[in-house]
């Protein structure tokens, strides 16, 4: 009976501690091992985050190195695309005055030899001939390269292709047409490599 007693105080004892503290022990004890799981949860997602956000910093970091290695490149590749382009700009300029050099030097030889005939012969119509197949040796080279005549003395002036000098009466006619030209001009394919300086009626 003694033993009885004994173990019911204490299990008064146990109940009223419990009440007091607004929950059973088996309910504290399973509140204490909820919190311990919660604190380890988190734990293991405060790690799981800083290896995401490392993987992250390695992969932008992998991305950058790619994009100024292309750029890089781009900008070699570009410097010798300006380098090549210069170069073939110049050789052009050398090549299209030498081809032009070449096409003039038989009519300078053609010059020194009409030169040459002129200080040994008297006849003045020979050498008028070969004065004129100079001339047309001379326009045939300009025509191969693209150059051409600007033909325009009697017909209506054209400041596109005419430069006036001067103007003249010439009567009703002749009013604003070219009447002499003074200094050929010349085409170099569709564009005006020299205009003509002109007299213009009026």
């Not at 988190?42 to 950058?64: I, K, N, Q, R």
């Not at 600007?150 to 209506?156: F, G, N, Q, R, Y």
Request: aromatic residues 6%; glycine residues 6%; hydrophobic residues 35%.
């Amino acid at each position: 009976m003694k033993k009885e007693k004994v173990y019911n105080e204490a299990v008064e004892d146990e109940v009223k501690a419990s009440s007091e503290t607004g929950g059973t022990p088996h309910e504290e004890a399973a509140d204490a091992n909820v919190a311990d799981e919660s604190s380890e949860t988190s734990d293991t997602m405060a790690v799981g985050g800083d290896s995401s956000e490392s993987d992250a910093a390695t992969e932008l970091e992998s991305v950058l190195a790619e994009w100024q290695d292309k750029y890089l490149r781009l900008q070699a590749e570009f410097d010798n695309y300006r380098k090549r382009t210069l170069k073939e700009k110049m050789d052009l300029v050398q090549t299209g005055g030498r081809d032009v050099l070449l096409e003039m030097l038989p009519v300078r030889d053609d010059v020194q030899r009409a030169l040459a005939a002129m200080e040994q012969s008297d006849d003045i119509e020979a050498l008028r001939s070969g004065i004129r197949l100079i001339s047309q040796k001379f326009t045939e080279a300009l025509r191969r390269k693209g150059v051409t005549e600007i033909e325009v003395k009697d017909k209506e002036f054209d400041a596109e292709y005419c430069e006036a000098v001067a103007r003249f009466a010439a009567g009703e006619e002749m009013k604003g047409k070219v009447i002499d030209v003074v200094q050929t001009g010349y085409m170099l394919g569709e564009r005006v490599l020299r205009f003509a300086k002109v007299v213009v009626g009026e």
